[in-house]
């Protein structure tokens, strides 16, 4: 069956760097949209990121753009968020999604699959 695992969450410092990433089974990682979503205590699940299917397309919530990077990885079925200068208001559970048919930045009712989630925290 298809997973998503994401890992390299944690705690840092505000102004340092963390690195997540998503590994991928069960599934040809090309065919798929992928994107980072994020979601703290009582609110909803927040876009952050995405990546067409060959990584030729990006795209960014605008409260990370500059400082956040997705890429992908389709022969080693791996997507990576690289983090830097975080801040406290990036602290929240972040998600590896997939989407057969295009973003779904807008849409979230159209990711097909979902990671479990890792924990990013940021100190002040």
């Known amino acids: 069956q298809v997973q998503l695992v994401e890992s390299g969450g944690g705690l840092v410092q505000a102004g340092g760097s963390l690195r997540l990433s998503c590994a991928a089974s069960?599934?040809?990682?090309?065919?798929?949209?992928m994107a980072w979503f994020r979601q703290t205590p009582g609110k909803e699940r927040d876009f952050v990121a995405e990546s067409s299917w060959t990584g030729g397309s990006t795209f960014y919530a605008d409260s990370v753009k500059g400082r956040f990077t997705i890429s992908r990885d389709n022969a080693k079925k791996m997507v990576y968020l690289q983090m830097d200068s975080l801040k406290p208001e990036d602290t929240a559970i972040y998600y590896c999604?997939?989407?057969?048919?295009?973003?779904?930045?807008?849409?979230?009712?159209?990711?097909?699959?979902w990671g479990q989630g890792t924990q990013v925290t940021v100190s002040s």
């Open positions: 069960g599934l040809t990682l090309g065919n798929y949209y």
């Open positions: 999604a997939a989407s057969r048919f295009g973003s779904a930045r807008a849409s979230p009712q159209l990711v097909a699959y």
